[in-house]
């Protein structure tokens, strides 16, 4: 086995993602088996290469520091689920 | 001539002759899409007012006779594409109640040129899968046979052409997302060069490989329409700076001298035979064009799904942290505090492959595993890029099947992750290694289409397609229309 149930409930912890019964079983075996597959990489020699993050070479892009439009807050809040003012609301985070 | 004509260039005229109107053809793809949705499903949303508003503002602007060649050409997005006003749902319940507060590059440089949005058309969810069956708004079916997927995840852009409900698409190809509906759908798919076209505004899903391109009924109109969305845009840092070529100019160009190679690990035990078939009929096509025709090697081909699985995966578990409930979408559960909040509406709102992908990506970037699959993977990825260096430096083109097969029956795969990934094989190396492919059709197993497969060197989008319009020129394929059109 590559992974274990256990592992799995600390990666859906990590995900945040509340995962039914079944899911976890069925994502164990089947993370598992991809886990396995992928396996298959190490049949390569990779030492010293240097890794590729991006396909197409490229430097940071900086731009000028100069103000522009933005899509201003109510749009940014038009899909909020909850909004108050110009803030989204969330559930309370400090007693 | 058919009503309405089935490409860009002879509708771009009639529009401009005044023998047509924007607003009748407008209402012709309407009612078609009203028609033939119910059986392919191809559109999540339909902005019928919208499209005759912007068709009569086409008219307007066709009368005064300076019209570019965009203007009242009905056609549709993938629901990955943010468009003001409208919902995009990115084939998810997480979007189902989002709706866009600014376009996508993409979308507004067609718009800017008049072109009529139809509506949005349906994916896998987040542009996960390869059949469109993993879709919040369920699946598409295949107009040449409605009991077999379209591909994916660009489905609802490849089925829409197929059943003639739109003149033009757009899709996003990730690891074959455009190249293989396309295929499966007997129409042209570009997956232009990595950073060609502006990402600005496109829902993300594995932002080192995502790459938006047209879809489209000729390769005159695939060139047409990249000319329009390629180019530098300041809203998206990877957007290459270099300038695009008038890709209509020499498309006729032909192939005479030019050198394509077959990379021998695309020509596989397990490729259906109709596709072989049809595949070698085409190269004996460029043959007699004259074209030089080679053989060459991709050795790291095999190793090119476990690491695409890879990156992606781990891709998408950072891009889809945003689904929190927090500023937009499904927000579950928030009586039990800010965890719990989290975690309940990504588990609500997400389905089984993509939660399946969020996990294995999380996985791969996890303290103590990063090294030996994420880092390992981007290494490997190297290696593959180095594959496609190294074959462009004998050849001008490579000529591949899109796929091993043609379109499969729905629920077929869905059983099975891995089988379903390795439908992926010939299209994922190209988005690893950043270049430029296309799909075109090129033959038929029975009732279904086959697709060729095109790769082309970083930014030579103008060659690829020359070689695309070479091979349709001399065949019929192109014209061959699905069933339900």
Partial sequence: ?95 | MSFPPTSITQLHQQLRSGRLSAVEVTRHFLQRIEQTNPQVNAFITVCAEQALQAAAAADRQLATGEAPPLCGIPLAVKDIFNTEGLATSCGSRILHNYISPYDATAFARLKQQGAVLLGKLNMDEFAMGSSNENSASGPVHNPWDLQRVPGGSSGGSAAALAASQALATLGTDTGGSIRQPAAFCGVVGVKPTYGRVSRYGVIAYASSLDQVGPLANTVADAALLLGAIAGYDAADSTSVDCPVPDYLADLNAGVKGLKIGLPQEYFIEGLAPAVKQAVAAAIEVYRSLGAEIVEVSLPRTAYAIACYYLIATAEASSNLARYDGVRFGLREQQDGGLLQMYEQSRAAGFGAEVKRRIMLGTYALSSGYYDAYYLKAQKVRTLIREDFNRAFEQVDLLLTPVAPTTAFALGEKTDDPLHMYLSDIFTVPVNLAGTCALSLPCGRDGQLPVGLQLIGKPFAEAQLLQAAQAFESATDWHLQRAPLA
């Fill in chain 1, 1 to 95: 086995m590559k992974i274990q149930r256990i592992e799995v409930e600390q990666v859906a912890r990590l995900a945040r993602l509340a995962l039914q019964d079944d899911e976890l079983e069925a994502l164990t075996e089947q993370m598992d088996q991809l886990l396995a597959y992928v396996e298959k990489l190490n049949e390569l020699d990779t030492e010293g290469i240097i890794p590729t993050a991006h396909a197409v070479p490229m430097e940071n892009a900086f731009r000028a520091d100069e103000i522009k439009a933005s899509i201003g807050t109510e749009k940014a809040l038009s899909n909020a689920p909850q909004r108050e003012e110009s803030c989204f609301v969330v559930p309370k985070v400090i007693e």
